[in-house]
Each structure stands twice: as structure tokens, then as C-alpha cells.
């Protein structure tokens, strides 16, 4: 690994995005017009609001940065520009953590604008902090980059990379415990759910956002966030083959 | 062709590339037949032959990125694609494989920085390519010829012993052409082995050496003059038709 080629993957892959307003506005505002959505939704039933918008913060980067991840890697693979980059003086691990640094700095810009939007302006409670909301955010982020990463080696094309949001995103989400809790699941649905890292991203936030005092279980649940960030990047590195067929 | 020592290759006196018995599959079908050649250092070598071929199979195997399933690939004394090899072998693929949605100047500075060129470097190869003041131009609203360019470009950033350039002509014009060809023989005469393929004969007599390539198997490797010496024709593209026939015919 070297600094000086990681760094320069980083400023790469952000000098593409910023070539790209369209694409900066999506990232940056859509959480925030999602969540603005909700809260209206919810006008006068605070709660609900408060048990489904305040983890919501904290899962937003994640779908958002796999769906981007996916694609930008597609796009690499299917450019020849990660062959180019694979004949090169360039270790692997350098354009992983490249894109890592790149999108966990976007994640951490998202996650800033909906946690204040969130717990500053629209009166969603965090009892352990906004703060750790917003780290929870970045976290999951990276772990959907990594994800994303990884599936982009089995898309052809980009129509496949953005189906894989329905077919492996959606499915987490409906079975994670936001809509309902997973305990009064049907048990082979609560197993199932066990089995997604999505599962551990939201009893994290949830976990934060409600007045419980913080125990081994919220420790846990990060350690599986970032134990399956590196499974997913090691995955992800076998799929940047130098040769092939 | 005689073999020529190159003094900043001391270690592979000769040539810079060896192929011996290069079998490739590729999609369940054999795609080169067992080719052999060697590749003189510091030579512009022409790699001939109609489309679908194996010419760029071929060169994906010098440069290490193929699969394959027998025979050996020696570039600069090493295994192709050996890791110490990174940084000498130049490679440009035939679709330009460049970010379209960064400058010129992004993209070649990001290159810069994996290979360790200088800026000075790059502004003396952004003019050697043509692309001079075009810096700010982004890659994906250029035409095919400036993009095949920028490729060029960057693979010529880390100054390679061995630059292997597919098809980087094509859709030039003439005057273009030209220009690129002139900065091979120059790079040639610095001592870098080029290895430069085409699926049209009216670039061969650019080249000291050719390698002829039919339905995935090497058909002859002499020099222009042989080759017409030994057809007994002048034009090369018309000696390549009569080495088919003859090849076919035995």
C-alpha cells in the first residue's frame, strides 16, 4: 500500500463526482427531502416518526453509497480502466481504501446534513447523542460501499448493478426490525434476518436513539458492521483479478 | 533480423519478448494455437493480421492480464505480468482505457501519480500527443482519435521499456498517423520495444519487423524487405495475401 497512490484514487474518485453536480445534489439532499417527507407524513404522530426517521439517519448513507459504489465500480470494470489500473504499479489495497476515503468522506458530509435536519431541526431524540447517530451513519456507509464493491464483479451491466438495490437492499430493510420488530416475525424470517448485516446497522442506531443504557449488545453490533465492512472489502479485493479469460 | 544488444537491458541480451508455445482459451474455444515468437529489443515490431485474429489476445498475454492455458510469456527476462514488471511494460488497449468523465489533465495526473512521472513529465507528453492546451477538455467529450491519445499518454507517463499498443492508430488521420509513428521511431531509438498491432498492411513498412497472424496462429516474423524479397512482391499488403496462400496451400 502507498500513501501517495491511495491518496491520489481518493482525489480521483471525488474529482469524477464533482464533475458530476447532478449526482452531488442526489447524495447530499435526497436523504435530507426523504426525511423532510416522513415528518410530514407523520405530522402529529411523533412517535412513529421518532422510531422509524431517527434510524433512518443512520441507514440512508448505507443504501445510498452501495447503489453509488456499485455503479462507479461497474463502470471501472466495464471501461477497462481497472485492467489499465491493474497492469500499473498500484496495489489493490490502494484503490479499495482510495474509494473507501473517497466515499467515507461524501458519507460523512450526508450523515452531517441528515442529523441536523434530523435531531437538530425536526426534534428527533437521541438519548446516547446525534453525534453517535452520525458515526453509526459513516460506518454503515463504508459497509455499504464495501457491499457494493463487491456485487459490482457479478453485474454486467449497469441495468444488473442498480437491480441489485430492489434484490439485496430491500429485502434487509424490510426484515431488519424498522417496520417491524423482529421478534414477532415468523421464526424463519427472524432467522433469516439474523444473517443480514443490515439487521446489525439498524439495532445499532436503534439501540442509540432509544433511552436504554448502551450494553453488549450495541458493542456487538458494531463489531458485526465492521467485521462485515472487511469481509466484504476482502471479497471485494479477490474480484480485482490482474489477469483473466 | 540480427539481434541487437540493448545497453539498457543488459540482462536480456536480444529480445525483450520471448513467447513459446502460447496456447489461449478464451469462452470455452482456443483462441492462439501454440504461437512462438521473440520480440528484438529496442524495435518497432508490427503485429499483423485480419480482425479476430488473436493479435489482441496476444498482446493481453504479453502484457500478463490473460489467462492462459500453456506455453510461456517472457517480457524483459521475467514471467509476463510479474509484479516487477508494472512499472517497465506500457500497455494501451484498443478501446482507450481512460476515466471519460475527468480532464485530460485529471486523468493524466492521476496516472502521473501511480507511476511516479513528474508534472514536467506530463506537460512534455500532453504536447508529444498532440493535446496541447487541451488539458481542461474533458475525456468523454473528445473525439475517438484525441481519446485513443490520452490512452497513449498514459501509458507513456511511467516511461516503459516495452510499450505494447493496440491497434493505436485506428480512426486517425493521416497527418496524425504520421506524427504518432515518428514518436514510436523515437522511442524505438531510446531504446524502448514496441510492439504495435494493426489489422491494416499500409502501416507494416513503418515497422523494422513484422509478425503475421492468421486464425490464431504466427504465419511468418521477418522484416518488411524480407518479407517482399521473399513474395516477390512490393506491396506488403498484397506479400501478406500470397504468405496465406502459401500457408494455406501447404
Partial sequence: MSPRVTGATAVRVLRQIRHDPRTIALLLIVPAVLLLLLYWVFEGEKQVFQEIGAPLCGLFPFIIMFLVTSISMLRERTTGTLERLMTLPLGKIDILAGYGLAFGLLATIQAVIVVVLGFGILGLESAHGAWLVGLLAIGNALLGMALGLFVSAFARTEFQAVQFMPALIFPQLILCGLFVPRDQMAGFLEAISWALPLTYAYDALARTTSPKPLDM???????VIVGTTLAALALGALTLRRRTG | MSPVADPQAPEVPGSAISVRDLVVDRGGREILHGVSLRVAAGSVTGLLGPSGCGKSTLMRSIVGVQIIAGGTVEVLGSEAGSKGLRSRVGYVTQAPS???DLSIGENLRYFAAITGASAEKVRQIVGAVGLDGMEDRIVGSLSGGQRSRVSLASALLGDPDVLILDEPTVGLDPVLRAELWKIFHGLAAAGTTLLVSSHVMDEAGECDELLLMRDGALLAQMSPDQLR???GESDL??????????????
Fill in chain 2, 98 to 100: 481512460v476515466y471519460g
Fill in chain 2, 229 to 231: 524479397a521473399d513474395t
Fill in chain 1, 217 to 223: 449488545a450495541f458493542t456487538a453490533d458494531v463489531l
Fill in chain 2, 237 to 250: 499488403g498484397k506479400a501478406f495475401l500470397v504468405k496465406i496462400e502459401r500457408a494455406e496451400g501447404s
